[in-house]
C-alpha cells in the first residue's frame, strides 16, 4: 500500500491555448514517465480531433515518479480534464477526484471566460490552487498585469505564482516542487473499510472493453474482485488494475487516495456512469459519493447522410461512437425533405461538431446537418408536460397552455472596446443584463440569455463582432416561460419541416423575413418561380419570390461539341445529388443550415 | 423482350444524313472567346497537310465507301488560310471516293480580310459553293474587343466579294457583349438582316474556361457582361427581328429563309454520321451496325505525323444504343424540328418519362404531337435544363 502522504493528485485549469497541454507533457519528460524517444506533443489527448482543436473531451490521466527535495519519491497524478463548458458535469467529477489544481494562465492573454468556469470549479470542490503564469519567454508577457487580474477577478492570492515557459522548459522544476509542497496529500481513507471508489470517465478500447478511471477513496480495488456500480447496478468481474504512465500499466492494486484503472468485461461505455460509485458486489459501502447526476442531453439536432443509401452506415457509425460516448441520444427520424436520418442530442454544441466531425472523417459519411434545437417544455392544457425538441413534432398550438425554454447564465470578457458590440449582440438575443464590472481594461459581463438565442451562430457572431477578443462560457440556469410558437417555411406552397424553427413572437417577422431573403439567395432559380414564405400556423409573416430561370442554353453546339456537351451534363446531374430535391424543388443541402445564420 | 429490343436500331444514322467535317487547325490569331482547337503557327507546309488530308479521306472512304455524301464543311481554325489549290485537290479526292447527293453542299469558313477575299474565287472554282463569314459584329470598337482582325469596312468588303462569288453566304455575329446594350443589339441586327443573304448564326457570347475571356473572367477582370436577364432579353429580340424578316429560327442560333438551311449543320442536328477529319475532329460514323465516336489527336503536328507514318491519329469509342439516344435528344432538341419519338424510344428502349414530358408540357417548354417532341420559343432559352430533365437518369 503506498503511503498516502506521498501521493499529490491534481487537474491543471486552464483555457484553450494556454498551454494546459505543453505543460503536462513537459512534466511528463523531465520526470522521465516517457522515454525522450516516444515523446510526442500532446500525449494525453488520443484522439484526431483533440489533438487538432486543442481540446481535450475525455478525462485522462497519467501517474508520474516524482523524487522531490526533500528525499522522499512521490508519486503525482494528473487528472486532465475535458474543458469545455460542454462537459462540465465531467470536469466537476474529474474536480472531486483530485485535491489540488494548477491554474494556467496565458501571460500575454490573461484570465478568459473558459478559466473562470473551471476555476471555479475547482474553487467548488475545495481545492488547493497553485497559479502558474506561462509563456513568459514572450515579448508580450505582462506578468505583474496577468497576476494582478488573477487576484482581481478570480479573487485567488497570486503573488506565489510560478513563472514558466511550457515551451522551453523554464520553471517546469518549480511546478513539480509546488505539487508536492503547496498542494495537500489526498485526505486519509481507510483500506479496511468496504470498497469506495469514484468513477471518473471511462472509454472504450476495441481490444480491453471499456476500461474505467478510477479514483479510490476506501478499501482496496484488486483484480479478481468482483464490483457493482451503485447507480446503475452492474455487476463485473476485474480482469485489470493499472496505472498510465502514460502507457496502460498494469499493478497489483489500487488502495485509498490512487487513481488508476479497471477493465472487466464492461462491453459498453452507456454501462459506466460518470461519477458513479464503484464498491465491491459483496459486504459493499453503504452510501454512494454525493453528487451524481445523469448526464442529459440539451442540444438537439438532425443528422441526415448527404447519400440517402447512406443511412445504415451513419446508423452503424452513431453506434460506434456510442459505445465510447454515452451521454449523446439518438433515435431515427424521418424528414419528408431530407428522408432518413437521426435524431441525436448532444451536451453543447461543441460536443455537436465533434460528433459529426468524427462520423464524417472517420466513417466517410458526408452529413447535411438540420439547426440545432434546446428542449422546450410544453405544458399542455390536460396538465401534461411534453418535452420538444424538434420543432417539426411541435403539437396543435391550441392544445398548448405554454412553452418554457432553457435560459443560461452567459459570462463575457471582453476589451472595453468592443463592450458596444457585445452588449448590443446580447440584447438582439433577448438577453438581461446582470452584471458588468472591469478588470483593467477588460469588462466581465453577465447576462441571463435563452439557450435557443445561443445555440446556434451566438459564438460565432461574438467572434466576429470582437475580432476574436472576447471569450465566452455559460451554465444552464433553468426554465422560464416565453411567448414562442414554430415558424414554418414554405418553398413553393410546401412547408420544408426540416426548415422550422422555434422563435419569440415579436421577433418572427424579423427572423421569418431573414430566412425567406436568404433561401432566396441559397435556393438556384428553377424553371418556374418560387413563392418562399414564413409562417405561423396558417399565417404568413413574411415572403419572397424567387423568379424563374430565363437562360440555360449552349449557344454554339455543332459535332465536335456533342461529347464534350453530354459530359457537362453528366456533371449537372452529379451535381444535383448535393440538392434535396423538395416537391419539384431542389434545395441545396447547405441551405439547411445557412438559412438560419443571422448577419447583423 | 420489348417492341424497341427486337428492333435493334442498326442504321439510325440514315435519318439524318452523312457529311464529312474537314479541320484546319491554323489561326493568324488566337480570339479572346475561341476555345476550338485552333493554333497560331508562323509557317505552315500545306503540301504536307494536303498529303496527309488526301490519306485520310481515303481510309475513311473505304471505312464508309459507297454512301452519298451530303455535306462536305471545311471548319477550323481558319480555313479560308488554305490555299486554293490545296481545297481543289482535297475535293477532287472527296468526289473521287462517294457518290455526291445532287444538291450537296460544301460549306467553307472564312474570316472577312482582304487578303483571304482575295482567294474567295479560288475556292469556288474548286466547288466551294457557300461560305460562312465570322464577321462576328459591325463595328470597330467590338470587333477590336473580340480580337477580330478585320474593320468592319472591310468585313462588308468581303462579305460583297463573297456574294459575288457564291450562291450562298452566311454570316456570324456575336452578340451579348461587353457593354453592350438591348438597343444597340437592335440596330445591329436590323443592319445585318439587310444585308443578310439567306442565313445567319447569331450565337450569345459565351465564356469558355481555357480561354483569354475565361481567364479573365475567373478574376473578374471582364467587365459589361450581359446579366441573365439581359442576355434572354437580346435573345427575345433576336428572335422577334429575324422572324418579322423571314428568317425563320430553325435552330437555337441559327435563322434562314425557308430552303436556306445549313445542311451540314442538320446532318449533327438530326444525328446523322460525319466523318471528322483533321487535328481535333470528331466523327460519328456506323460500321457494321455500331456508331462509333472518333476523335483525332488535337496537336496539329501530332496529328500530321501520326497520318504520314501510318500511325492511329484518332480515338475510336463504341456508343451504346442509351448514349446515342442522349446524343439525339441534345442535338435534336435544338432544332424546330424537334426529335422524332419513335427514332429516340427505338435507341433508348423506352420514350422519353411522360410525366417530366407533362410537366415540361405544362410549363410551355416542350410540345409534342405523339410523334414528334419539340422545345417551344420559350423551351429553347432553358434547353440544357429540359434535357437534363428529359435524358434518363
Redesign the interface.
Known sequence: MIDRRYIRNFSIVAHIDHGKSTLADRLIQLTGTVAERDMKEQLLDAMDIERERGITIKANTVRIDYPAQDGHTYILNLIDTPGHVDFSYEVSRSMQAVEGSLLVVDATQGVEAQTLANVYQAIDADHEIVPVLNKIDLPAADIDRVAEQIEDVIGIDATDAIQISAKTGVGIPDVLEAIVQRLPPPPEGDAEKPLKAMLVDSKYDPYLGVVVIVRVIDGVLKKGQRIRMMKTGGTYDIDRVGVYRPAMKDVDELGPGEIGYITASIKQVRDTRVGDTITTEKKGCETPLPGFKPSVPVVFCGLFPVDSAQFDDLRDAIEKLALNDASFTYEVESSAALGFGLRCGFLGLLHLEVIRDRIEREYDIELITTAPSVVYHLYMKDGEMRELSNPADMPDPSHVDRIEEPRIKATILVPDDYLGEVLKLCQDRRGIQQDLTYAGSRAMVVYDLPLNEVVFDFYDRLKSVTKGYASFDYEITGYREDRLVKMSILVNDEPVDALSVMVHRDRAEQRGRAMCEKLKELIP?H??KIPIQAAIGGKVIARETLSA????????????D??R??KL?EK??AGKKKMRQFG?VEIPQEAFISALKMDG | MTEAAAAPPAEDWRAGGFGL?LHWPFCAAKCPYCDFNSHVSRSVDQRRWQAAFLSEIDRVGRLSGGRVLNSVFFGGGTPSLMDPDLVAAVLDRVRATWPLANDIEITLEANPTSVEAERFRGYAEAGINRVSLGIQALNDADLARLGRLHSAAEARRAFDVGRAHFDRVSFDLIYARQFQSLDAWRAELSEALAMAVDHLSL????IEPGTAFGDRFAVGRLAGLPD??L??DM?DTTQELCAAAGYAAYE??NHALPGAESRH?L??WRYGD?A?IGP?????LTQGGTRI?T?AVRLPEAWLSAVERGATCESRTPIPAR?QA??YL??GL?ISDGIDLGRYSALAGAPPDPARVA?LSQ?G?VETDGKFLRATPDG??????I??EL?P?
Open positions: 432559380r424553371m418556374f430561370l430565363r437562360k440555360d442554353v449552349t449557344a454554339k453546339c455543332y459535332g465536335g456533342v461529347t456537351k453530354k451534363l449537372q446531374k419539384r | 467535317y450565337y450569345q457570347l459565351t441573365e436577364d442576355g434572354a435573345y437555337v442560333s449543320n446532318v449533327y460525319y471528322g481535333g475532329a470528331h466523327g460519328r465516336a476523335e448514349e442522349g446524343e441534345m442535338m435544338r410537366a410549363a417548354l429553347r432559352l432553358l434547353l440544357n435544363r434535357v437534363a435524358l437518369d
